[in-house]
């Protein structure tokens, strides 16, 4: 067992008692580290004072030591002036222009203290502030101030439209007294402009499981989705930044904060809801594909090409249509389309949906987007859906449901009836009834009698949405000279796991296989 340690502290204004320490000269240590304040005497003021810390080691004659030289100041005058930084509230700031968001503000309050030698705070004292930078725009609401009764004093930092860190620089006279021109300063703590609202480009939906076991035939298995919303800088949204979805059939639920919202507000740019299967409803999914979109209130993607954080005329940018399911996944060159039928969302409230925005009191084809700052006539500041889908692969729960097949080396489908394996490699393709790829975690396995001899592992599905089947390669070799009096067969088995949610029951397919 490791005794507790301790220090001695030691000094020759300490000895003379022209300084003191806040606890005893000797201090125990913890996890090795100790601390103390030291405070020096008028006596030991504007000298040198050597202070040595020395283990406490019983029966040691030479301890370990460290030693250290303060130089002490003389005592202020009492007619001097000193200025620290307070605080910034709220340290981080929303750029301009996007409304902020739950607890977050275009506009911080930086607060600085004036102090005279003995430590009284200083009334009536002028102090000028200065930025940093002034990236994007960045603003003081006023560039001197008068301190109040308490000695303090707020610089107002109002935000740009670039994402940047910025510091407040605070300077007052050290003597005002003397009217000599003796400033003295202090720079605050860094204050931060970033989160915007999201941007197209940066807002996604994902899900933990894209093709769950069980989905298909039982109610209430659940995937979680998660929004990720960042602004056009990739920083994270205002903390509270609702995200809505939909979904073509199951239902959305937020676990979490009770019930079925269908809607979830953001911190530290994302957020996660359920999507639980409902297969009994009157409402399917009738290929298994279930289209989930999320939307938020954000802006249009742009290219900033000269840098200046807002939007000029000329610059490329994405015309964003209205939010919509695409529930048949139907694309074109430049993304997906719109189809009639499909549930979109009606930002303009026009009954009709809209291939461009901005859709309501002006022509189609600008720039939507808090980086716009012209007339209305080259962009528009109106906010837009910004939008993502993802599709789910609602499993089986059983692989009896699955459609299996084997091919050839040379692509020849292979009828088990009449078909006999021989030694070489093979495919296995596994889908679900509609072309889909099985559950994730379907297990393909094959196992042999006689002389033929399965020569590769077992295959697993992966995570996908994919609509297509399922490859698992499988080779057979011989094992040794063909006996006639035994059976020499291949069998392929697809089986959805218990672990995956599946009923751990194999779909058997067995071939003869001939030497």
Known sequence: MISTQSIRIESPCLLNGFASLSTDSVIELTDGIGSTTYTAADACSDTTDEVTATLVQAGNPNPASATTTLSLSAAPAADERFITFISATPANIALQGTGGGVGLEERAQVTFEVRDGSGNPVAGQEVTFELSRTTGGLTLADVSATTDANGRVAATVISGTIATPVRVIATTERSPADLVNDPISVVSDSLTVSSGIVTQARFSV????????????????????????????????????????????????????????????????????????QPAADTVCADNRVTIMAHALGEEAFSDDNGDGYYTN?????????????????????????????????????????????????????????????????????????????????????????????EDAAAVLLDPAVDPMVPGSYVVRVTDAFGNVPPLGTVVSASSTGECEVATPDATMSNSNAQQAFAAGVSIIASGANDATTSDTITVSVTIPESEGGSDNPNNVVFACNL
Not at 358 to 381: E, Q, R
């Open 314 to 406: 000329g610059e490329s940018f994405s015309d964003n249509s209205e939010a919509f399911r695409n529930d048949n996944e139907s694309s074109d060159v430049d993304g997906v389309t719109y189809d009639a039928g499909e549930l979109f969302i009606d930002l303009d409230n026009d009954g009709s949906f809209g291939e461009a925005t901005p859709i309501a009191n002006a022509p189609a084809g600008l720039y939507n987007g808090i980086a716009c700052v012209s007339d209305g006539t080259v962009c528009s500041s109106d906010a837009i859906s910004v939008f993502s889908n993802i599709e789910i692969v609602a499993g089986p729960l059983d692989a009896s449901s699955l459609n299996i097949t084997v």
């Open 206 to 277: 994902g899900v933990d499981t894209f093709n769950p076991a069980a989905a298909a035939d039982i109610n209430g298995i659940s995937v979680t989705l998660t929004a990720t919303a960042y602004d056009r800088f990739g920083n994270a949204v205002p903390d509270g930044t609702a995200v809505n979805f939909t979904s073509e059939c199951g239902g959305i639920v937020d676990p979490e904060n009770g019930g079925p919202r269908g809607a979830c507000e953001t911190m530290n740019g994302s957020c996660q809801l359920e999507w639980r299967s």
